[in-house]
């Protein structure tokens, strides 16, 4: 592979969490202007065959991670979540058809996630303990959602990007894992951000990494890491290794900058990131700062 030679962190370095938010290629906030939800049956599904790939990069690099998935992609694909889960990675929910939570009240949120895991379930087979809110819409304007999920239980969420974007953010919240409701084991684990230049940006995934060249991200990461001393949480989307997928020209240039730009170097890109770093299952990493959090309770 090309690219300059950057630091390996050592074996037994710190573990990392990876996640795949798996939704196909048409149930991005890119396009939701120019695809309706009710079109989404009718159009070419590729997120189980860009999954097998996610799954196949994974196995080369000898990587566990976690899959966020939207309950409408389990429910059409029960066998893609049994080899998932089958291939020891984390099942986690998405929610069920990607609204943003700040869009859905708490009512419609409590049932949209409840949906979701009863199905994420039964498909898979295995119990759900986390969860992270498309887009990463829980913010200054749900202070209800984090409450909703620890009345139903759920472990961790991973859901907060603390950071000022303009699609999302919540430029108050911590950037590292906290606990968001008073008397509540629920634990969150924001989006990684790192800080140059007096800004702060999302460095965790998405287009940040696809983007931008990938000495960025291992910059991220390996900062995040050592200046911090604490975990990265990174995420990628199936259709993200997806060359081939369909193209809307009807979507908004700056849309469309977004979802199809370097598509075909996302692959080998992120081959360089799953052996440069230890990479683990989000619950893994949650039960590392749960240790870390009680540690400081007691330590206060
Ligand atoms: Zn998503």
Known sequence: MSGPDLPRVPAGGMLNGM?????DWFQVGAFE????????????RRVEANCDHVLALFDEAGVKATFFTLGWVAERHPAMMRRIAAQ????????????????????????????????LEDSSGCTVTG????????????PWAHEVLARQGY?????????????Y???????????????????EVPVTTMEWAGRRMAAGGGGFFRLLPYGVSHWAVDRVNRRDGRPAAFYF???EVDPGQPRRHDAPLRSRFRHYTNLSVMAGKLKRLLAAFEWGRMDEVVAAEVARLDAEQVAA
């Open 19 to 23: 996640s795949v938010d798996v939704e």
């Open 33 to 44: 202007r120019v695809i309706e939800r009710s079109a989404w049956d009718t159009l070419e």
């Open 88 to 119: 020891g990675h984390e099942i986690a929910s998405h929610g069920w058809d990607h609204q943003r939570v700040f869009q859905m009240g708490e009512a419609a949120f409590s049932e949209d996630i409840a949906r979701a895991r009863a199905v």
């Open 131 to 142: 969860y992270r809110a498309p887009s990463f819409s829980i913010d200054a304007r749900t």
């Open 155 to 167: 472990a961790y969420s991973s859901s907060v990007a603390p950071i000022v974007h303009d699609h």
């Open 169 to 187: 953010g919540w430029r108050e919240a911590p950037r590292f894992a906290f606990r968001p409701v008073a008397g509540s084991p629920l634990v």
């Open 237 to 239: 989307h199936p259709w």
